[in-house]
C-alpha cells in the first residue's frame, strides 16, 4: 500500500475507499444510462427505417402493376397494324429525346 494509507486508520481507508467504489458506481451508472438511451434510439430509427421500406415495397408493387399495364397495352398496339408501328416509332424516338434533353437540363442545373 501507498505510503498515505499507513499514516491512517484502517476505518479512515475503509471510508476513502468506499467513497470512491460509491463514485466509480455513479459514474457506471451515468454510463449505462447513455448506452440505454442509444440503444432505443438506434430501436426507434430502425423501426422507422422498416416502416419507411415496406412503404417503398408496397409503392414498388404498384409501379410494377402500372408498368406491366403499360408494356401490356404497348405489345397490343404494336401488333395492331403497320400505321401503328409508325405512331409507335415516332412516340419511342420522342420518349428518347426527351429523356435525354431533360438528363442534360439536370445535370446543368446541378453544377
Known amino acids: 500500500m501507498a505510503d498515505w494509507t499507513r499514516a491512517q486508520s484502517p476505518d479512515a481507508v475503509e471510508g476513502l475507499l468506499d467513497r470512491e467504489n460509491k463514485r466509480m458506481a455513479d459514474s457506471l451508472a451515468t454510463k449505462v444510462t447513455r448506452l440505454k438511451s442509444l440503444a432505443l434510439d438506434i430501436d426507434r430509427d430502425a423501426e422507422d427505417h422498416n416502416r419507411y421500406l415496406d412503404g417503398m415495397d408496397s409503392d ?11 408494356v401490356k397495352r404497348f405489345s397490343t398496339m404494336a401488333r395492331s397494324g403497320r400505321d401503328n408501328r409508325k405512331l409507335l416509332c ?22
Do not use: D, E, K, P
Open 90 to 111: 415516332g412516340v419511342a424516338m420522342g420518349l428518347v429525346v426527351a429523356f435525354f434533353i431533360l438528363f442534360y437540363l439536370l445535370s446543368r442545373a446541378r453544377t
Open 60 to 70: 414498388f408493387a404498384s409501379v410494377t402493376g402500372l408498368l406491366t399495364g403499360s
